[in-house]
């Protein structure tokens, strides 16, 4: 079963803000939400992630709901080069159990297109 | 840093030849991932590797398939013998895990494509 859920495909205009959603209804209470994006021929690039509190950065914003069954990532002024696919991922990190750390599950994502 | 480095760029094979693919984590990094993409099955986590030792090669598709990690600054992915369907861009990923506020940094990819 899928842990997230994402659109397959989302436009925004240049300088706008981007709002990409993600559903995660069955995330555990350990369970961080990563969002990677993977620009055409590039390899995927770590954006941000977070387990309860909003977070924020160079790049963009995460708002976890309070019940944290969903997520959204935010890019405050979308540029051309923000065109890619976004893949919003849960996963569960343990840095001190000395368990093997599970490999991220990459789904579809969405592919976000930034309209000049 | 220079980042993970991937090489080659690009492969083009004939069916039955060995391939070997190599990757450099950055340095000091503990984990070790392989990732395949196509476009019918996305992106899909091969075998990872931590501290040289590999913990979870369950997404290893066949016997064809091996991976190494002889130190911990050098990584192979070697296919023995090549089918077309073994097509794909493959990845390397490295992490140092053990901090949780921490993603994992992806290499370029080899495109392999095997006629």
């Known amino acids: 079963d899928a842990k997230t859920t994402q659109p397959p495909s989302m436009d925004c205009a240049e300088g706008r803000a981007a709002n990409l959603p993600c559903n995660h209804s069955?995330?555990?209470?350990?369970?961080?939400v990563y969002w990677y994006r993977q620009i055409h021929s590039q390899g995927p690039q770590y954006i941000i992630h977070g387990l309860k509190n909003n977070e924020t950065n160079e790049m963009a914003s995460l708002i976890i709901t309070e019940d944290r069954k969903s997520s959204t990532l935010i890019l405050p002024h979308a540029t051309l080069r923000d065109t890619a696919v976004y893949y919003c991922i849960v996963r569960v990190a343990e840095p001190y159990s000395g368990g093997g750390a599970d490999g991220l599950t990459f789904g579809k994502g969405t592919h976000l297109i930034i309209q000049p | 840093d220079a980042g993970v480095i991937q090489s080659p760029r690009h492969e083009v094979t004939e069916m039955g030849q060995e391939v070997t693919l190599r990757c450099k984590p950055i340095?000091?990094?503990?984990?070790l991932f392989w990732y395949r993409q196509t476009m019918m099955r996305g992106l899909e986590l091969l075998i990872y590797?931590?501290?040289?030792?590999?913990?979870?090669d369950s997404g290893m598709p066949e016997d064809r398939f091996s991976a190494k990690m002889p130190n911990a600054s050098f990584s192979t992915l070697k296919i023995q013998p090549s089918e077309p369907r073994d097509s794909a861009v493959y990845f390397c990923?490295?992490?140092?895990?053990?901090?949780?506020?921490?993603?994992?940094?992806f290499g370029s990819g080899t495109r392999l494509t095997v006629v």
């Open positions: 590797f931590n501290n040289n030792v590999p913990i979870d």
């Open positions: 340095s000091g990094h503990d984990y």
């Open positions: 990923a490295s992490s140092l895990f053990l901090q949780p506020n921490y993603g994992y940094t």
């Open positions: 069955t995330i555990s209470g350990n369970e961080y």
